[in-house]
């Protein structure tokens, strides 16, 4: 996992968009976001437990000139250049309030009124499975890498991994750039959430059946967080009419750093079939 971790903080330029949702300043970025105008489908990505936009890397930018889409990215409250959580805590299914709340509320701020297909990674991707359990009318399909949604030990062995970052001042410090100094807070908070969460935070797996999306299912055969009983429940319990589940070697817990042009060219591949 700390070897996966790394591809995640190695540093790229800032971006300090912000708008405010639900009285937070919520940092974004656009990327190509001429083609928005012209009625493209925009993607939206939505960063892991720890992520941020600059810990995207490449990506972003390369799948959105390789697939001639719009993207937008952006950090939830408590990362990156977003505000943090006013009360210092992470609320009990704050997962659900990122799905049903604020990401519909970012996307009417916003005024995107395009078709939207939403990437969600980790915490990202059980964030998409919940909102595609009550999408906007907008949302055409759902892409997730390595999501969450139920309740493993093995999952546990990844989070104290984690944890013990913050015995490592260097990654620390690296983190610090891109969290406003706040890294080891995020860090402290977001591993005590789920080491002590309730089956209620872990537990997504009640909104599945009101899923009927196209979906793209990603998970790495080295994943840390989770084994692959995660995207098979999902598979199992919704109602899509196309399910695509890819099991990827050579991989961990970041597909899309660790084998982007595959996840690239499997996005690319799943968009045309729908």
Not at 134 to 142: I, L, N, P, Q, Y
Not at 186 to 207: F, G, P, V, Y
Request: charged content about 25%.
């Amino acid at each position: 996992m700390i070897t996966s971790f790394f591809l995640l903080i190695l540093l790229i330029d800032f971006c300090k968009v912000k708008t405010q949702i639900e009285g937070f300043n919520i940092n974004y970025k656009l990327i190509n976001e001429e083609w928005i105008s012209e009625g493209r489908d925009i993607l939206v990505l939505l960063h892991e437990g720890l992520g941020s936009i600059p810990q995207w890397k490449n990506f972003p930018s390369t799948i959105s000139n390789k697939l001639k889409l719009p993207v937008l990215i952006y950090e939830r409250i408590g990362y990156g250049e977003s505000d943090f959580w006013t009360d210092g805590i992470i609320k009990s299914q704050f997962l659900h309030n990122e799905a049903l709340v604020m990401l519909p509320a970012l996307i009417k701020k916003l005024g995107i009124l395009n078709s939207i297909i939403i990437f969600g990674h980790s915490d990202g991707g059980t964030i998409a499975l919940i909102h595609a359990s009550a999408a906007m009318a907008k949302v055409k399909a759902v892409i997730v890498e390595a999501p969450h949604i139920l309740f493993e030990e093995y999952s546990l062995i990844g989070i104290r991994k984690a944890r013990e970052l913050l015995k490592n001042d260097a990654v620390i410090q690296i983190l610090n750039r891109y969290h406003q100094g706040r890294a080891a807070e995020l860090i402290d908070k977001w591993t005590a959430h789920w080491l002590a969460a309730k089956d209620i935070d872990w537990d997504a797996s009640q909104k599945l059946n009101k899923i009927t999306l196209p979906l793209l299912l990603i998970q790495g055969y080295k994943d840390d967080f989770g084994t692959f009983a995660q995207i098979d429940n999902v598979a199992k319990e919704v109602k899509s009419n196309i399910i695509q589940v890819e099991r990827i070697e050579d991989c961990g817990h970041i597909p899309h750093l660790e084998q982007q042009e595959k996840i690239i060219n499997l996005t690319e591949d799943f968009i045309n079939k729908i």
